[in-house]
Protein backbone atom coordinates (compact mmCIF):
# COMPACT_ATOMS: atom_id res chain seq x y z
CA UNK A 1 0.00 0.00 0.00
CA UNK A 2 1.31 3.65 -0.52
CA UNK A 3 1.17 5.86 2.45
CA UNK A 4 -0.77 8.93 2.48
CA UNK A 5 1.63 12.72 2.19
CA UNK A 6 1.18 13.91 6.00
CA UNK A 7 0.88 18.14 5.90
CA UNK A 8 3.70 19.63 7.31
CA UNK A 9 2.52 22.49 9.60
CA UNK A 10 0.47 19.80 11.78
CA UNK A 11 1.17 16.43 13.22
CA UNK A 12 -1.60 14.27 12.32
CA UNK A 13 -2.22 10.69 12.57
CA UNK A 14 -1.34 8.39 9.99
CA UNK A 15 -4.18 6.90 8.19
CA UNK A 16 -4.31 3.47 6.09
CA UNK A 17 -6.03 4.52 2.41
CA UNK A 18 -8.91 2.09 1.81
CA UNK A 19 -8.02 -0.91 -0.60
CA UNK A 20 -10.05 -1.44 -3.35
CA UNK A 21 -12.17 -4.38 -1.99
CA UNK A 22 -13.19 -2.44 0.99
CA UNK A 23 -14.30 0.72 -1.23
CA UNK A 24 -16.34 -1.89 -3.29
CA UNK A 25 -17.88 -3.64 0.08
CA UNK A 26 -18.72 0.20 1.54
CA UNK A 27 -20.29 1.36 -2.17
CA UNK A 28 -22.33 -2.27 -2.24
CA UNK A 29 -23.91 -1.96 0.97
CA UNK A 30 -24.46 2.23 -0.10
CA UNK A 31 -26.51 0.89 -2.97
CA UNK A 32 -28.14 -1.70 -0.73
CA UNK A 33 -29.14 0.86 1.77
CA UNK A 34 -30.85 3.20 -0.82
CA UNK A 35 -32.34 0.39 -2.68
CA UNK A 36 -34.10 -0.63 0.57
CA UNK A 37 -35.40 2.89 1.27
CA UNK A 38 -36.80 3.01 -2.31
CA UNK A 39 -38.85 -0.32 -1.90
CA UNK A 40 -39.82 0.64 1.20
CA UNK A 41 -41.17 4.52 0.00
CA UNK A 42 -43.00 2.12 -3.15
CA UNK A 43 -44.51 -0.38 -0.44
CA UNK A 44 -43.09 -3.47 -2.25
CA UNK A 45 -41.59 -4.80 1.41
CA UNK A 46 -44.53 -3.63 3.49
CA UNK A 47 -47.21 -5.75 1.71
CA UNK A 48 -48.94 -2.54 0.67
CA UNK A 49 -50.43 -2.21 -2.89
CA UNK A 50 -48.75 0.64 -4.67
CA UNK A 51 -51.37 1.07 -7.25
CA UNK A 52 -52.92 3.18 -4.77
CA UNK A 53 -50.65 5.74 -3.69
CA UNK A 54 -48.25 5.77 -6.74
CA UNK A 55 -48.40 5.04 -10.74
CA UNK A 56 -46.25 4.94 -13.62
CA UNK A 57 -45.49 8.21 -14.98
CA UNK A 58 -47.62 9.30 -17.97
CA UNK A 59 -50.03 5.71 -17.43
CA UNK A 60 -53.62 6.62 -17.10
CA UNK A 61 -55.11 6.83 -13.73
CA UNK A 62 -57.25 3.51 -12.62
CA UNK A 63 -60.71 4.23 -11.99
CA UNK A 64 -62.45 3.40 -8.81
CA UNK A 65 -64.53 -0.03 -9.13
CA UNK A 66 -67.88 0.60 -7.81
CA UNK A 67 -70.28 -2.48 -7.66
CA UNK A 68 -73.29 -2.91 -10.11
CA UNK A 69 -76.48 -2.76 -8.71
CA UNK A 70 -78.30 -6.66 -9.08
CA UNK A 71 -81.76 -6.17 -10.63
CA UNK A 72 -84.20 -8.79 -11.59
CA UNK A 73 -86.92 -7.23 -13.87
CA UNK A 74 -89.26 -10.32 -13.92
CA UNK A 75 -89.16 -11.72 -9.78
CA UNK A 76 -91.49 -14.51 -10.15
CA UNK A 77 -92.63 -14.66 -6.09
CA UNK A 78 -93.99 -11.97 -4.03
CA UNK A 79 -93.69 -11.29 -0.33
CA UNK A 80 -95.68 -7.75 0.52
CA UNK A 81 -95.07 -6.11 4.25
CA UNK A 82 -96.51 -2.73 5.74
CA UNK A 83 -99.76 -1.16 6.67
CA UNK A 84 -103.24 -1.28 5.72
CA UNK A 85 -102.65 0.28 2.30
CA UNK A 86 -101.15 -2.97 1.32
CA UNK A 87 -104.44 -5.07 2.89
CA UNK A 88 -106.42 -2.72 0.77
CA UNK A 89 -108.02 -1.81 3.52
CA UNK A 90 -111.92 -0.33 3.10
CA UNK A 91 -111.54 -0.80 -0.46
CA UNK A 92 -114.63 -3.50 -0.69
CA UNK A 93 -116.20 -3.15 2.45
CA UNK A 94 -116.26 -0.71 5.17
CA UNK A 95 -113.95 -0.87 8.34
CA UNK A 96 -112.40 -4.59 6.36
CA UNK A 97 -109.24 -5.99 5.11
CA UNK A 98 -109.64 -6.63 1.42
CA UNK A 99 -106.18 -8.37 0.76
CA UNK A 100 -107.84 -10.05 -2.83
CA UNK A 101 -107.43 -6.22 -4.14
CA UNK A 102 -104.07 -5.53 -2.66
CA UNK A 103 -101.95 -3.61 -5.17
CA UNK A 104 -98.83 -6.28 -3.89
CA UNK A 105 -100.14 -9.54 -4.42
CA UNK A 106 -104.06 -9.50 -4.59
CA UNK A 107 -106.09 -12.07 -7.49
CA UNK A 108 -108.79 -9.35 -8.12
CA UNK A 109 -109.20 -9.23 -12.03
CA UNK A 110 -109.91 -5.59 -11.45
CA UNK A 111 -107.20 -4.49 -9.53
CA UNK A 112 -104.19 -6.53 -11.75
CA UNK A 113 -101.98 -6.37 -8.61
CA UNK A 114 -98.33 -6.66 -9.01
CA UNK A 115 -98.03 -10.28 -8.45
CA UNK A 116 -100.67 -10.98 -11.13
CA UNK A 117 -98.65 -8.61 -13.91
CA UNK A 118 -95.61 -10.99 -12.77
CA UNK A 119 -97.07 -13.65 -12.15
CA UNK A 120 -100.15 -14.25 -14.00
CA UNK A 121 -103.55 -16.41 -13.02
CA UNK A 122 -104.73 -16.00 -9.96
CA UNK A 123 -104.30 -19.34 -9.46
CA UNK A 124 -100.27 -19.27 -9.77
CA UNK A 125 -100.49 -15.94 -7.36
CA UNK A 126 -102.05 -17.56 -4.92
CA UNK A 127 -98.95 -20.24 -4.62
CA UNK A 128 -96.31 -17.74 -5.19
CA UNK A 129 -97.64 -14.71 -3.39
CA UNK A 130 -98.25 -13.89 0.46
CA UNK A 131 -99.10 -10.65 2.22
CA UNK A 132 -97.78 -10.25 5.41
CA UNK A 133 -98.86 -6.36 5.95
CA UNK A 134 -101.45 -5.51 9.12
CA UNK A 135 -103.95 -2.90 9.27
CA UNK A 136 -102.74 -0.09 11.90
CA UNK A 137 -98.79 -1.48 10.99
CA UNK A 138 -96.10 1.09 11.96
CA UNK A 139 -92.37 0.67 11.13
CA UNK A 140 -91.32 -0.81 14.44
CA UNK A 141 -93.40 -3.32 13.01
CA UNK A 142 -91.75 -4.17 10.25
CA UNK A 143 -88.81 -6.42 11.21
CA UNK A 144 -91.14 -8.84 12.56
CA UNK A 145 -93.05 -8.66 9.43
CA UNK A 146 -89.85 -9.07 7.44
CA UNK A 147 -88.58 -12.29 9.28
CA UNK A 148 -92.05 -13.93 8.67
CA UNK A 149 -91.64 -12.86 4.50
CA UNK A 150 -87.93 -13.63 4.19
CA UNK A 151 -88.76 -17.29 5.46
CA UNK A 152 -90.67 -17.86 1.96
CA UNK A 153 -87.77 -16.82 0.66
CA UNK A 154 -89.55 -14.75 -2.42
CA UNK A 155 -87.97 -13.28 -5.06
CA UNK A 156 -89.06 -10.11 -4.59
CA UNK A 157 -90.43 -8.27 -1.24
CA UNK A 158 -92.72 -4.78 -1.86
CA UNK A 159 -92.41 -2.45 1.13
CA UNK A 160 -95.40 0.50 2.36
CA UNK A 161 -94.95 1.74 5.73
CA UNK A 162 -94.85 5.12 7.18
CA UNK A 163 -97.98 6.78 7.23
CA UNK A 164 -99.26 5.17 10.37
CA UNK A 165 -96.34 6.58 11.90
CA UNK A 166 -97.25 10.28 11.12
CA UNK A 167 -101.17 9.51 11.75
CA UNK A 168 -100.58 9.65 15.57
CA UNK A 169 -103.03 11.55 18.01
CA UNK A 170 -100.74 14.19 18.47
CA UNK A 171 -97.85 15.46 16.31
CA UNK A 172 -95.45 14.35 19.74
CA UNK A 173 -96.69 11.33 19.07
CA UNK A 174 -95.79 10.41 15.33
CA UNK A 175 -92.35 8.16 15.07
CA UNK A 176 -88.85 10.01 15.88
CA UNK A 177 -87.04 10.44 12.18
CA UNK A 178 -84.33 8.31 13.61
CA UNK A 179 -86.62 6.01 15.70
CA UNK A 180 -88.17 5.30 12.05
CA UNK A 181 -84.42 4.95 10.56
CA UNK A 182 -83.29 2.59 13.11
CA UNK A 183 -86.58 0.46 12.81
CA UNK A 184 -86.35 -0.10 9.03
CA UNK A 185 -82.84 -0.73 8.77
CA UNK A 186 -83.40 -3.46 11.54
CA UNK A 187 -85.94 -4.74 9.08
CA UNK A 188 -83.36 -4.95 6.05
CA UNK A 189 -81.19 -6.89 8.11
CA UNK A 190 -83.34 -9.35 9.31
CA UNK A 191 -84.25 -10.24 5.43
CA UNK A 192 -80.77 -10.42 4.71
CA UNK A 193 -80.03 -12.51 7.09
CA UNK A 194 -82.55 -15.25 5.80
CA UNK A 195 -82.62 -14.29 2.42
CA UNK A 196 -79.62 -12.52 1.46
CA UNK A 197 -80.43 -12.84 -2.54
CA UNK A 198 -84.23 -11.27 -2.33
CA UNK A 199 -85.32 -8.29 -4.20
CA UNK A 200 -86.98 -5.23 -2.29
CA UNK A 201 -89.32 -2.98 -3.71
CA UNK A 202 -89.75 0.20 -1.16
CA UNK A 203 -92.36 2.63 -1.49
CA UNK A 204 -92.71 6.38 -0.66
CA UNK A 205 -95.55 7.44 1.84
CA UNK A 206 -98.11 8.57 0.33
CA UNK A 207 -98.34 12.47 0.34
CA UNK A 208 -101.29 13.43 3.67
CA UNK A 209 -101.66 16.84 2.96
CA UNK A 210 -102.85 16.31 -0.42
CA UNK A 211 -105.43 13.47 0.84
CA UNK A 212 -106.66 15.89 3.35
CA UNK A 213 -106.79 18.40 0.58
CA UNK A 214 -108.53 16.38 -1.41
CA UNK A 215 -111.21 15.20 0.92
CA UNK A 216 -112.00 17.90 2.92
CA UNK A 217 -114.82 19.22 0.80
CA UNK A 218 -116.94 16.10 1.15
CA UNK A 219 -118.99 15.91 4.18
CA UNK A 220 -119.02 11.92 4.29
CA UNK A 221 -115.27 12.31 4.06
CA UNK A 222 -115.27 14.99 7.48
CA UNK A 223 -117.39 12.77 9.25
CA UNK A 224 -115.57 9.76 9.23
CA UNK A 225 -112.42 11.21 9.71
CA UNK A 226 -113.81 12.11 13.13
CA UNK A 227 -113.47 8.78 14.16
CA UNK A 228 -109.83 9.06 14.56
CA UNK A 229 -108.84 8.42 10.64
CA UNK A 230 -104.99 10.38 11.13
CA UNK A 231 -105.65 13.16 13.24
CA UNK A 232 -102.45 14.38 13.19
CA UNK A 233 -104.00 15.61 9.53
CA UNK A 234 -107.53 14.80 9.24
CA UNK A 235 -108.85 16.26 12.49
CA UNK A 236 -110.57 19.62 12.56
CA UNK A 237 -110.54 19.21 8.76
CA UNK A 238 -112.76 22.09 7.87
CA UNK A 239 -109.69 24.25 10.41
CA UNK A 240 -107.81 26.69 8.95
CA UNK A 241 -106.68 28.65 11.12
CA UNK A 242 -102.45 29.34 11.26
CA UNK A 243 -102.51 26.58 14.36
CA UNK A 244 -104.12 24.00 12.45
CA UNK A 245 -101.59 24.47 9.28
CA UNK A 246 -98.97 24.84 11.56
CA UNK A 247 -99.73 21.20 12.79
CA UNK A 248 -100.28 19.63 8.95
CA UNK A 249 -97.02 21.40 8.11
CA UNK A 250 -95.71 18.99 11.02
CA UNK A 251 -96.91 16.11 9.27
CA UNK A 252 -95.84 16.64 6.28
CA UNK A 253 -92.16 17.23 6.94
CA UNK A 254 -92.41 14.18 8.84
CA UNK A 255 -93.06 12.09 6.07
CA UNK A 256 -90.85 13.74 3.43
CA UNK A 257 -88.17 13.22 6.71
CA UNK A 258 -89.43 9.08 6.16
CA UNK A 259 -89.33 9.21 2.66
CA UNK A 260 -85.91 10.34 2.73
CA UNK A 261 -85.03 7.61 5.38
CA UNK A 262 -86.54 4.85 3.21
CA UNK A 263 -84.17 6.11 0.23
CA UNK A 264 -81.41 6.25 1.85
CA UNK A 265 -81.24 2.85 3.92
CA UNK A 266 -82.58 0.95 0.88
CA UNK A 267 -79.73 2.48 -1.60
CA UNK A 268 -77.34 1.07 0.37
CA UNK A 269 -78.44 -2.05 -0.39
CA UNK A 270 -77.69 -3.61 -4.46
CA UNK A 271 -80.49 -5.52 -4.16
CA UNK A 272 -83.08 -2.71 -3.09
CA UNK A 273 -85.22 -0.17 -5.48
CA UNK A 274 -86.99 2.96 -3.96
CA UNK A 275 -90.04 4.31 -6.17
CA UNK A 276 -87.85 7.80 -5.84
CA UNK A 277 -91.14 9.24 -4.55
CA UNK A 278 -93.39 8.61 -7.19
CA UNK A 279 -96.33 7.37 -4.78
CA UNK A 280 -96.10 10.60 -2.38
CA UNK A 281 -95.91 12.85 -5.81
CA UNK A 282 -99.07 10.69 -7.44
CA UNK A 283 -102.73 12.64 -6.90
CA UNK A 284 -105.00 10.18 -5.08
CA UNK A 285 -108.34 12.00 -6.10
CA UNK A 286 -111.52 11.37 -7.11
CA UNK A 287 -112.64 7.65 -7.57
CA UNK A 288 -108.86 6.52 -6.87
CA UNK A 289 -109.49 6.82 -3.07
CA UNK A 290 -112.38 4.58 -0.73
CA UNK A 291 -115.75 5.89 -0.95
CA UNK A 292 -116.42 5.08 2.86
CA UNK A 293 -113.09 7.13 4.18
CA UNK A 294 -111.83 9.34 1.79
CA UNK A 295 -108.38 8.04 3.14
CA UNK A 296 -107.52 4.67 1.77
CA UNK A 297 -107.14 3.86 -2.00
CA UNK A 298 -110.25 2.12 -3.76
CA UNK A 299 -109.59 -0.67 -5.98
CA UNK A 300 -109.25 1.79 -8.89
CA UNK A 301 -106.23 3.49 -6.59
CA UNK A 302 -104.66 -0.09 -5.84
CA UNK A 303 -104.79 -0.67 -9.21
CA UNK A 304 -102.87 2.34 -9.66
CA UNK A 305 -100.44 1.74 -7.16
CA UNK A 306 -100.11 -1.78 -8.73
CA UNK A 307 -98.83 0.15 -12.20
CA UNK A 308 -96.81 2.72 -10.55
CA UNK A 309 -94.80 -0.58 -8.95
CA UNK A 310 -94.80 -2.61 -11.78
CA UNK A 311 -93.58 0.36 -13.86
CA UNK A 312 -90.34 0.81 -11.46
CA UNK A 313 -89.62 -3.05 -10.80
CA UNK A 314 -89.43 -3.73 -14.64
CA UNK A 315 -87.69 -0.49 -15.92
CA UNK A 316 -84.32 -0.75 -16.91
CA UNK A 317 -82.52 1.65 -14.30
CA UNK A 318 -84.04 2.54 -11.01
CA UNK A 319 -86.12 5.99 -11.14
CA UNK A 320 -84.59 8.97 -9.78
Known sequence: MRAERTPQKTMQPRRTRPTRDTRLSRRARTTAALTTAALLTAGVLTGCDSSSDTQTKGAPAKKRIIPTPVWDRSPDSIAAVGDSITRAFDACVVLSDCPEASWATGTDVQVRSLATRLIGEPTAVAQRAWNYARTGAEVADLPAQMTRAAAQKPELVTVMVGANDACADATTLMTPVEDFRASFTHAMRELRRTAPKTQVYVSSVPDLKRLWSTGKGNPLGRQIWKLGI????????????????????????????????LKDVCGKDLRCRYDGGAVFEYRFDGDLLSRWDWFHPSKVGQGRLAEIAYRNITAAKPPV
Open 230 to 261: CATMLGDAEDLSAKADQRRALVQERVVAYNAV
